[in-house]
């Protein structure tokens, strides 16, 4: 019968496409990562933690640096807390298989334990300048253009995929390697990097070596892709480029290094991801330790929930990372995550295939390659590579060694991240320029935070609407450039506001604070906004003494084609991010309200501190509004939310039903030309609002 049905006119159609389980299921995700000395022998408790937890994926410490079943492939080191005869990773995949909780092996290929490895296979090792192999933390660095890569961490795995049914793959270190000596000069490097350069390796990262570290790391992935996929086709493969989806982390202020603190970076991560690969998932864990070198100290509860709730409000699910043995140090790690995880679990179908709703672009930058990112944490980044934080953080630089996140090297962006946040006006954030063609009218604003490609130009002549802001000048058409003036000559200098049609919220403002680099263009008409250069600061008898009135431009705002264009000159997002002057929030706000003569998606009264994303569910034909009161912050604080209550919301488009997903509450809604509105009557953390 199966042969008549598949031979039946049946098999003509499409198969339909496998499920994904990591993308078309709501997964909540946990990773325990304990280490060597601490493997959990009570297996039946450690299930029953993620099952209390409502988590149903765990990322499973499998092998590698160590392996926490009895592996037979020798340079395997087995991790002496597993108990002699026992096999920790099948009795946990067996036991989460049975409650229904994906098991995801996380391995790590990059150093080996066993001292036997030197002498057994000295091309297996990373080799400094003088050919040394010096240990490091005890252990020794694999190449991953040597024979324990190449060939080594295959035998593992077959023995792990053959054993295991395991549902996905995780490699920390992303299959790269721990750069600790500066660019590898094993003879393995040295032959491929001639082959490929016509030289040897350089004894200092260059933006050639990180080529050719990302195209090495890239190739091996794609082998290890293959060789597991023809172990188990539906394994959810989390490596390289062709990855089903993909590992991020949120972390907070870190201590011991510059890092700033970044209270979006969840909704940053998660929202850039979705809308670069929207078939692929991004699981962006709740880091919930404080620092790489405090990985037994947590961040605070409330800080937890926002992390998850972001990642829900932007298309992904709750991950939690909490480092150490099964009974935590610091339980702050699991009550954080507690709150989305049930919420998650209660309303799960709410967080499957989310697509980001809004109808502003903010164009994205290029992000750093796998190489690139891995250079920096080898201990040999010594410089920052970015400006200083600009607001938060420990400040220290004291620690070069991996540790949590990087300094903000984009914090014009970051300024307009927070400038739309803060403003309710949701927005993607891709760097994505390719619908231009196919589907012009995506968007209703594209905005760019320093500077503008060439692509913007036939946008914006077919009907496109802009705002760039930066010192850099846009690949547009604009008048010449006069003369850039550099950060440290506009101390003390300030724009007088001369439009209060165009700026009709800054009617009673007369001098805005600015203080970046800004490029002077020829005058064309009067600008809304006019320099003015530096006065006297003191005494405080002659402050303001000898101020001028320039026609020298801070804005222009023109037709450009069948489109319209925005430019602020200066570094609005930098400063912004920074110093939050409350006239450039106002400012950008008024010149958004001038690029959409037809309103925004969104008007509402929400504070500042409640972010709001539109997400959308195709298939369901309906769209979900997520709130995520952010009260709580306080610099580099996180408090529990300060509940917020009558929360209006008017959201573009003819809606015909509104629910409160909290309390399965229908809420009133009321029609206006062009809107449908509600309002949220009460919203603690977070809470999703269900349009249809
Ligand atoms: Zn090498």
Redesign the pocket.
């Known amino acids: 019968m199966l042969t008549a049905a598949a031979d039946g006119p049946r098999a003509a159609q499409a198969a339909p496409a496998a499920k994904q389980w990591w993308i078309d299921e709501p997964i909540r995700m946990a990773l325990f990562l304990y280490n060597q000395y601490q493997a959990p022998a009570d297996t039946d408790a450690f299930v029953q933690n993620l099952v209390d937890l409502n988590a149903n994926a765990v990322v499973l410490p499998t092998a590698g640096i160590a392996a926490y079943y009895p592996t037979k492939i020798p340079f395997h080191t087995i991790a002496p807390s597993v108990p002699a005869g026992r096999d920790l990773v099948g009795e946990i995949v067996r036991k989460c298989h049975a409650r229904g909780i994906y098991v995801v092996g996380r391995f790590e290929w990059t150093v080996n334990q066993d001292k036997k490895v030197v002498e057994a296979h000295p091309d297996w090792?990373?080799?400094d300048v003088n050919g040394a192999s010096p240990p490091w933390n005890d252990t020794y660095l694999m190449?991953?253009?040597?024979g324990y890569m190449q060939e080594h961490i295959f035998k593992i795995m077959n023995e792990v995929l053959s054993r295991y049914p395991l549902d996905g793959m995780f490699f920390n270190y992303g299959g790269g390697?721990r750069n600790v000596f500066g660019p590898?000069?094993?003879?393995?490097?040295?032959t491929?990097y001639n082959t490929k350069y016509g030289k040897a390796?350089p004894t200092q990262f260059d933006p050639q070596y990180l080529e050719f570290m990302t195209d090495c790391a890239a190739t091996l992935a794609a082998r290890i892709r293959a060789f597991a996929k023809s172990k188990n086709a539906n394994i959810n493969f989390m490596v390289g480029n062709d990855a089903d989806s993909t590992n991020s982390e949120t972390h907070g202020a870190p201590i011991a290094e510059a890092h700033a603190f970044w209270l979006y970076d969840a909704s940053e991560t998660v929202n850039r991801a979705r809308a670069a690969k929207p078939d692929r998932m991004q699981f962006n864990n709740d880091s919930a330790f404080l620092d790489g070198r405090w990985r037994y100290a947590h961040r605070s509860s409330a800080e937890g929930e926002i992390r998850a709730y972001q990642n829900m409000a932007n298309g992904a699910g709750p991950y939690l990372f909490v480092n150490g043995p099964a009974d935590q140090f610091d339980q702050n790690g699991e009550k954080g995550a507690r709150p989305a995880f049930k919420f998650h679990k209660d309303h799960e179908e709410l967080y499957v295939r989310q697509e980001n709703a809004a109808r502003v672009l903010l164009l994205d930058e290029p992000g750093m390659s796998l190489a690139q990112i891995l250079a920096r944490f080898g201990g040999v980044a010594t410089h920052a590579d970015g400006n200083p934080p600009g607001n938060g953080g420990f400040g220290y630089r004291d620690s070069t060694e991996l540790g949590s996140g990087m300094e903000n090297t984009k914090t014009h962006l970051s300024g307009f991240f927070r400038l739309l946040t803060e403003n309710h006006i949701p927005f993607v954030l891709s760097k994505d320029l390719s619908w231009i063609e196919k589907e012009p009218d995506r968007y209703d604003v594209v905005i760019s935070s320093k500077g503008a490609p060439a692509a913007l130009d036939g946008y914006l002549r077919q009907g496109g609407r802009v705002l760039v802001a930066g010192a850099v000048k846009p690949e547009l058409e604009l008048p010449p450039v006069v003369k850039l003036w550099k950060r440290k000559e506009t101390l003390a200098a300030y724009w007088r506001l001369q439009d209060s049609k165009l700026l009709p919220s800054l009617a009673d403002t007369k001098l805005m604070f600015f203080y970046s680099d800004y490029l002077e263009l020829e005058p064309r008409g009067k600008s809304a906004l006019t320099l003015v250069p530096p006065t006297k600061v003191n005494p405080m008898e002659m402050v303001g003494e000898g101020m001028q009135e320039t026609s020298k431009p801070g804005l222009y705002v023109s037709e450009y084609g069948k489109g319209k264009l925005t430019y602020i000159p200066w570094d609005l997002g930098d400063l912004y991010y920074r110093a939050s002057a409350v006239h450039h929030s106002t400012l950008f706000s008024d010149l958004m309200d001038d690029l959409l003569p037809s309103g925004r998606q969104i008007r509402t009264n929400a504070h500042p501190m409640l972010q709001i994303t539109i997400q959308q569910q195709k298939r369901e034909k309906r769209t979900l509004v997520h709130f995520v009161n952010l009260s709580g912050a306080s610099q580099v604080a996180y408090h529990p939310a300060i509940p917020m209550s009558g929360i209006q919301v008017e959201m573009k488009g003819a809606f015909g039903s509104a629910r409160m997903v909290s309390s399965s509450r229908e809420l009133p809604i009321r029609r206006m030309p062009g809107y449908t509105s509600f309002t949220l009557p009460t919203l603690d953390t977070y809470d999703v609002v269900v349009l249809t």
Do not use: A, D, F, I
């Not at 190449?143 to 040597?146: A, I, K, L, R, S």
């Open positions: 090792l990373q080799r190449c991953v253009n040597g390697q590898c000069q094993c003879s393995n490097c040295k491929l390796p």
